[in-house]
């Protein structure tokens, strides 16, 4: 062995010298396992400890991070690499056993190499995560430290197998298939070649630092905006409904206006309204996942988990080692379409978006998502400012009091048709109520975002005639509801999305300005974040570099002036057991 170069270095000696040892073979297997997953799980934890703070901006926040998050991560990805090797031996021992192997070094790098494929694509879908929110000079070093990991992991766990395979054959390699230096050379270059993309993405969409806010935002002339979500809605329904006239607002707004399309990305379902309202794409804006979890000892939330998820929640979060947080309003890094227009003291109005809570005060009001079982809760921040939260729990109390709806006891057994009933029709009819009366208050900006029919739908047992008549009955609501609050309002923009019921498909816009639109024959397709850039320039603000221009179709006017950007919101971290409530009543929801 010392003749073909195999003790020629210390890390193979480290492993090999275990085949020349007067040892049983059990020993043998048990000390290798402990030596391949304790170097293998210190590399894995290093590199993966890395990862995660570049992908969720610990390094930028709190770069300490790092060592207590090393220290979760090393133990179980040590046990987990023992345990791989462990199998991979197993393997080879039955090989052995059952056939006669002339070249046991061959079947070890051929092992070996399987193992590193697999590494290598848990790195990759990683790396996804990694590069949505890593700089550009962290991104490119972690590119850079994969191939000699991959590289590292292949010769850790040849060694090992090839040990064990001398062990159980008591035949020493025939010789070397490839020099150490071709083997080496091949795998790293493959390893490169496939992280290369990765590499490229991140130079072609390297995340800039956010422009710093404007020491005064001027403003053109202007008119009232409105801008309403509606979640679990597929396109055909919206079209069959407006086409029967059973929705006329709607309809109105449709004809007199345009009509756009896009597609839905696979996100959730708060990133995707947060970047409706802000017009700033996902993961930019922030607001990434419904949940996050925080590690012991650490001070940023891990909020992007890739493939670990399963650890922090199933293992880590019961044993008490990490806490299961949600997503708050202090996480979202842009202004929405409402605080924009409220800067010079005129008036706003939120209901329920995503990102809201706990609430944050504006002149007007804002009703945190999620806010009618908050309520009932006794949660705080649920109500900016807080001085209007009686009003508007007294109303909550007031929608709860309503008899059972028909429908659903007719197409469901009672348990099922009182807890839809529960978490979807009242809420949101408790939040179409609220925007109702507030819109008497002439709102410069205002938002609704309306999940019941999404929530109903998910997990329906009730059939598809009864669910089609509730979405019927629940859109006939929101027409009328729309009909009486949005007199007075310039330009309304109402998005249509098909949430859970079809995710990553199709929804629509309706975009309707008093002052006109060109409707096309076919929808337009556009990015959902050119609806927020649409409402700033019909509020006559400026047009943000950071913003797509609003859609065809419309007059729009020029704007006042361009600026660089809107600027970071400056927000506290909420104290209190806000996080646990909130938390708990997205559960009840159904999103987590």
Known sequence: MRRLGYLDHRFERFLLQDALRPRQPAGTLLLLTAKVGLLAGLALALTLSLALAVANGNLTASPLDLIPLFLHLFLPLSLATGLAFLALCGMIVLVIRLYHVRRIEALSLAMALAAGAGVLAFALRLGGEVLAEGRLWQVAGLVLVTPPLIYLLIKLTYNGLLTLAIRFTDAAPLGRLFSRRWIGFAILAGAALL?????????????????????????????????????????????????????????????????????????????????????????????????????????????????????????????????????????????????????????????????????????????????????????????????????????????????????????????????????????????????????????????????????????????????ADLVRAEMRETDRSLARSLEGVGTVAVVLDAGRRREGGEGRVILWRRSGCSRGAKPVRIAPESVAAALLRALGLPQSEELPAPPPGCKWSPPPVVVAGYGLPRRGAPAGPEGVEYLENLRSLGYL
């Not at 409105?226 to 679990?232: E, P, R, S």
């Not at 009001?365 to 806010?371: E, I, K, P, S």
């Not at 009366?437 to 005639?465: C, F």
């Open 195 to 467: 992280v290369l993309p990765s590499l490229i993405s991140a130079v072609s969409a390297a995340h800039r630092s956010p422009a710093p806010a404007p020491a005064a935002l001027p403003t053109g002339p202007g008119e009232r905006v409105a801008l309403v979500g509606i979640d679990g809605v597929l396109p055909a329904e919206i079209d069959y409904l407006i086409a029967l006239g059973e929705l006329p607002e709607l309809g109105r707004m449709a004809r007199e206006g345009q009509v756009f399309s896009y597609r839905r990305k696979r996100e959730p379902p708060a990133s995707f309204w947060t970047a409706v309202a802000t017009g700033v794409p996902g993961p930019d804006h922030g607001v990434t996942s419904l949940d996050s979890f925080l590690p012991l000892g650490m001070k940023t939330a891990l909020a992007r988990t890739g493939p670990l998820r399963m650890w922090w929640s199933r293992v880590e979060v019961p044993l008490g080692l990490a806490e299961y947080r949600p997503i708050l309003a202090n996480r979202r890094r842009a202004y929405t379409v409402w605080e924009l227009a409220s800067r010079g003291g005129e008036p706003g109005l939120a209901v329920n978006w995503w990102a809201t809570y706990p609430a944050e005060p504006i002149p007007g009001l804002v009703v945190a998502h999620g806010a009618y079982g908050l309520l009932r809760e006794g949660a705080r921040g649920v109500v900016a400012p807080e001085g209007e939260r009686p009003a508007v729990a007294a109303l909550a109390a007031e929608t709860a009091a309503g008899p059972p709806d028909p429908r659903l006891t007719a197409a469901l057994p009672a348990p099922a048709a009182a807890s839809v009933r529960d978490r979807a029709l009242l809420p949101d009819r408790f939040y179409r109520e609220v925007f109702s009366r507030r819109m008497t208050e002439n709102p410069r900006a205002s938002a609704l975002y309306l999940p019941g029919i999404d929530i109903a739908a998910d997990g329906w047992r009730g059939g598809d005639v009864a669910l």
